[in-house]
């Protein structure tokens, strides 16, 4: 298995620079596993596929207005972009600007004091805050959008899920943008139950294997939490013959995370660097709505475990040749 197995050619046209009004009115693209039949839809048609024992597993996580500007005792900006919390006082973050080291203190605009205590991969550094950051955020921080979106957001909460709650992401669990709460409510009608964990994204999620070997890749550890009631509802569920539907390869994540080394599933709350990659047995997920993901990332490879590479790439290449918008602001598959 190589790393160009997971690469195909996408136009700059079919990368989606703003979200669609209303959330649901984006397109949806059942891949059914079993036949590899296609279906061309709208995401608001979601519930003509599920059941009333079926299970939505939503990650609840809200991105965090992550990007910062500091200035260095010289008086010159730097940028900062916030990435993980390590503990109250520490976070790993991306420090833009020059002439900086072990040591080197840096001024948050309007915020407390940083210093560097560390360099880590490639631009990432540990910093040390002189007091908590999270209270400064709303005032002096930016969502962080994806690097290949271009265009401004008019509304920074297009970027948060309708149903975001637990504050801490570099970025958004993208495939549950399409859902409207009018959407969940019709579902929940139905009989369709949800369920919620939480694991909050870094901005590794964009970037590309660069190694030869996929198996040669250092994935980074993400936070994530899964509470015992959706366990309670999980195990409900495969009790009862229901599917569980993990939203987003997050939510995929995190169920699998909480399943290694377990019979059954319960209480989980800790950190992951779960990399699922083809030869992968699935334990929990059943069904999975994903977003379309960027070549040769992780992400790609994950859910071509879930439904082989080449059906993968094939959809892919049929969702261009159709129009679909691709990546996070983009439209939506449901792989049955």
């Known amino acids: 298995m190589n790393t160009s197995d997971f690469d195909y050619s996408l136009p700059a046209s079919s990368i989606a620079q703003t979200p669609l009004e209303p959330r649901d009115s984006s397109r949806l693209l059942v891949l059914k596993r079993d036949t590899g039949e296609l279906d061309h839809r709208n995401f608001r048609d979601l519930g003509d596929y599920l059941r009333s024992n079926d299970l939505l597993v939503l990650n609840r996580t809200r991105v965090i207005p992550a990007r910062i500007y500091a200035r260095k005792p010289t008086g010159g900006r730097v940028e900062l972009l916030l990435l993980r919390r390590r503990d109250l006082l520490r976070w790993e973050a991306l420090v833009g600007g020059k002439g900086l080291r072990v040591g080197s203190k840096l001024r948050v605009d309007d915020g407390p004091e940083a210093t560097i205590l560390e360099f880590l991969d490639g631009a990432e550094r540990l910093l040390l805050f002189s007091e908590p950051i999270e209270p400064y955020l709303p005032k002096v921080g930016h969502v962080p959008l994806p690097p290949y979106i271009h265009e401004k957001l008019a509304d920074p909460e297009r970027y948060q899920t309708v149903y975001a709650r637990e504050p801490g992401s570099a970025a958004a669990p993208t495939a549950g943008l399409h859902f409207t709460s009018r959407l969940l409510d019709e579902l929940q009608a139905k009989g369709v139950k949800s369920a919620f964990v939480t694991l909050h994204v870094g901005l590794d999620t964009f970037a590309p294997v660069t190694e030869e070997s996929p198996e040669k890749h250092k994935i980074h550890t993400e936070w994530c939490e899964l509470p015992q009631e959706t366990a309670d509802a999980i195990n409900q569920t495969k009790a009862s013959g229901g599917r569980v539907i993990a939203v987003g390869t997050t939510s995929v994540r995190t169920l699998e995370s909480a399943a290694v080394g377990r019979d059954t599933i ?70 049955l």
């Open 266 to 335: 319960s209480l989980y709350s800790g950190s992951t660097s779960i990399y699922i990659l083809p030869g992968y047995k699935f334990k929990i997920v059943d069904a999975m709505v994903t977003n379309f993901h960027l070549p040769k990332s992780t992400l790609i490879m994950l859910v071509s475990a879930f439904a082989g590479r080449e059906k993968i790439l094939e959809t892919y290449a049929t969702a261009i040749r159709e129009g679909y918008r691709f990546y996070s602001f983009g439209d939506a598959m449901l792989i």
